[in-house]
């Protein structure tokens, strides 16, 4: 038990953060992709784009704390669909 006293906690990247905006960032990536027609995307190519979609949002806010000083509302939801379609989407924007 020891060991895990002895691990700090990493502040620039919560690990309760990156849960919370892996989930929304699958929940938007598989909404793009359906409005794509991309039905069945494959987990590996969702992975790859929630990757992509987490690092743009990390370099674009300064980190995955500083993420949710950009929000409007309680939810991180509405932040990152408009990551998602700023980044993956080309005709599907929302205006």
Do not use: C
Not at 56 to 72: F, P
């Amino acid at each position: 038990m020891w060991y895990r006293l002895a691990v700090e906690e990493n502040r620039q990247r919560p690990l309760y953060e990156l849960k919370v905006l892996a989930m929304d960032a699958e929940f938007a990536v598989r909404n793009l992709l359906s409005k794509q027609r991309n039905y069945n995307p494959s987990q590996l190519e969702i992975n790859r784009k929630v990757k992509r979609v987490l690092d743009h949002m990390e370099e674009k806010y300064g980190g995955i704390a500083n993420i949710r000083l950009y929000t409007k509302k309680d939810t991180l939801q509405e932040l990152v669909s408009e990551n998602v379609y700023e980044l993956l989407g080309k005709n599907y924007r929302t205006r």
